[in-house]
């Protein structure tokens, strides 16, 4: 079969991290459907990620990482989403986050150091709890109910956030709250293991179940001020958008990479007896196939050049949102549109709780609830397009 990663693979480099994603796409495969039944972050799955040092890959060469470009990031993701959405989707948001604050120096240098040296040296994950029931999507610009008091030695923090993926297995939160003492929302870092610090299991949803998004509930937890590291830039003449979110259409695109996979491996091998030839020789069973592969030329070739602009001209970021958001509005509504596709292929199988496609179904559909959410992504086009400026 016509490997669709050949495309995208160009350098030596890029061959050796894909390899090390490749592994772990193996690995994780393996274990999908047990960690979907779960609802849960598998904790085998979490070795492997640490044991091969993918949590460490988008640190700094010089922090003990290697220094991984948004081109790679997306690269090494879609692979594993091959193997498990909810793996890629989890470790890359720590891995994502990480690129965030490098790229951005959004930390006091020291204590991004020693972030970096929890990372490499610990195998400590991280990863941004930012949603609350009342708020739902932080991108909308709703202000955190999880309030952070000042007090003498530094913050007392309550509140609750949702969809926190893999809240049980973090080493660290990176929790926003809403700041009586300047009137802004600021970035703490809590440890899990902290005074007041709780996980609710909340988490039982149709997709994406292995991300284990539970509920973190944070009641009177004490942090010095230390822990206060990002303040957001609420005064910032113009947000800098953010790559690092492209590991989200990456993720989508991998699971419907690996439903076009099994689907055309069905195809050739299923011959029922009304038939001389496997279905793959079907006129519509073909079309299907067609169909599948615009799809995913069509998103993938589109997200990789958006990509290689970013890695290739950061003069050219601030200008990047709009395209950004496409990438994502494209991919994700891409990716279902694959699944189902594949779906229609392999028939009434695919809805058998023992077949992967039911899960890649459900899967797929979560991508249109991170953000940006499609509403938002047409509209910044429509204001750019309609901008005088
Ligand atoms: C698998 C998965 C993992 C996730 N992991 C994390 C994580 O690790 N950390 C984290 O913080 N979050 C995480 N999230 C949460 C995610 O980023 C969203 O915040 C969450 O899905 C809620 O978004 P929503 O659009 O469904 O909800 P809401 O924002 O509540 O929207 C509900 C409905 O109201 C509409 N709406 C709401 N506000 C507006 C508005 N201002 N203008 C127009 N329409 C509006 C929406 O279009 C939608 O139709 C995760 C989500 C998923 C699905």
């Given at each position: 079969?016509?490997?669709v990663?050949?495309?995208?693979?160009?350098?030596?480099?890029?061959?050796?991290?894909?390899?090390?994603?490749?592994?772990?796409?193996?690995k994780?495969?393996?274990?999908?459907?047990e960690?979907?039944?779960?609802?849960?972050?598998?904790?085998?799955?979490?070795?492997?990620?640490?044991?091969?040092?993918?949590?460490?890959?988008?640190?700094p060469?010089?922090?003990?990482?290697?220094?991984?470009?948004?081109?790679?990031?997306v690269?090494?993701?879609?692979?594993?989403?091959?193997?498990?959405?909810?793996?890629?989707?989890?470790?890359?948001?720590?891995?994502?986050?990480?690129?965030?604050?490098?790229d951005?120096?959004?930390?006091?240098?020291?204590?991004?150091?020693?972030?970096?040296?929890?990372?490499?040296?610990?195998k400590?994950?991280?990863?941004?709890?930012?949603?609350?029931?009342?708020?739902?999507?932080?991108?909308?610009?709703?202000?955190?109910?999880?309030?952070?008091?000042?007090?003498e030695?530094?913050?007392?923090?309550?509140?609750?956030?949702?969809?926190?993926?893999?809240?049980?297995?973090?080493?660290?939160?990176?929790?926003?709250?809403?700041?009586?003492?300047?009137?802004?929302?600021?970035?703490?870092?809590?440890?899990?293991?902290?005074?007041?610090?709780?996980?609710?299991?909340?988490?039982?949803?149709?997709?994406?179940r292995?991300?284990?998004?539970?509920?973190?509930?944070?009641?009177?937890?004490?942090?010095?001020?230390?822990?206060?590291?990002?303040?957001?830039?609420?005064?910032?003449?113009?947000?800098?958008?953010?790559?690092?979110?492209?590991?989200?259409?990456?993720?989508?695109?991998?699971?419907?990479?690996?439903?076009?996979?099994?689907?055309?491996?069905?195809?050739?091998?299923?011959?029922?007896?009304?038939?001389q030839?496997?279905?793959?020789?079907?006129?519509?069973?073909?079309?299907?196939?067609?169909?599948?592969?615009?799809?995913?030329?069509?998103?993938?070739?589109?997200?990789?050049?958006?990509?290689?602009?970013?890695?290739?001209?950061?003069?050219?970021?601030?200008?990047?949102?709009?395209?950004?958001?496409?990438?994502?509005?494209?991919?994700?509504?891409a990716?279902?549109?694959?699944?189902?596709?594949?779906?229609?292929?392999?028939?009434?199988?695919?809805?058998?709780?023992?077949?992967?496609?039911?899960?890649?179904?459900?899967?797929?559909?979560?991508?249109?609830?991170?953000?940006?959410?499609?509403?938002?992504?047409?509209?910044?086009?429509?204001?750019?397009?309609?901008?005088?400026?």
């Amino acid at each position: 079969m016509w490997d669709v990663y050949e495309p995208f693979i160009k350098t030596k480099r890029q061959k050796e991290l894909f390899s090390l994603s490749e592994h772990l796409a193996a690995k994780v495969r393996k274990r999908a459907a047990e960690t979907d039944r779960k609802g849960s972050f598998s904790l085998e799955n979490l070795k492997d990620l640490k044991d091969t040092g993918y949590v460490a890959l988008s640190l700094p060469k010089e922090l003990g990482g290697e220094g991984l470009s948004l081109y790679e990031f997306v690269l090494l993701q879609e692979k594993l989403a091959e193997g498990d959405g909810s793996v890629a989707l989890s470790i890359g948001w720590h891995l994502g986050i990480i690129m965030e604050i490098r790229d951005e120096n959004l930390w006091e240098p020291s204590t991004f150091e020693w972030l970096c040296s929890e990372v490499s040296a610990h195998k400590k994950i991280i990863n941004r709890a930012a949603t609350e029931p009342a708020t739902g999507s932080p991108t909308r610009g709703g202000i955190p109910e999880t309030r952070a008091v000042a007090n003498e030695s530094g913050y007392t923090i309550t509140g609750r956030k949702s969809f926190t993926t893999m809240a049980e297995v973090l080493d660290y939160y990176l929790v926003s709250a809403y700041i009586d003492e300047f009137d802004e929302i600021g970035w703490f870092l809590i440890e899990r293991n902290q005074s007041g610090v709780s996980v609710e299991h909340t988490w039982d949803t149709l997709g994406m179940r292995g991300t284990g998004s539970h509920d973190l509930v944070l009641n009177g937890v004490h942090v010095d001020k230390s822990k206060l590291v990002e303040l957001k830039a609420s005064k910032q003449e113009k947000p800098i958008p953010k790559g690092w979110l492209l590991h989200i259409p990456s993720c989508y695109l991998g699971i419907a990479i690996a439903a076009r996979n099994e689907a055309i491996e069905f195809a050739k091998n299923y011959q029922p007896n009304s038939l001389q030839t496997p279905i793959s020789e079907v006129h519509h069973v073909k079309e299907k196939v067609g169909q599948m592969d615009l799809e995913l030329l069509n998103a993938r070739h589109f997200m990789y050049a958006v990509t290689e602009k970013w890695d290739h001209y950061p003069e050219e970021r601030i200008r990047l949102g709009p395209e950004l958001a496409a990438v994502k509005t494209i991919a994700t509504n891409a990716a279902n549109k694959v699944v189902d596709l594949a779906m229609r292929i392999v028939g009434g199988r695919g809805l058998s709780k023992t077949s992967s496609f039911e899960r890649y179904y459900r899967d797929v559909r979560a991508g249109l609830h991170n953000p940006p959410m499609d509403d938002a992504v047409i509209q910044t086009l429509a204001q750019r397009a309609l901008d005088d400026n």
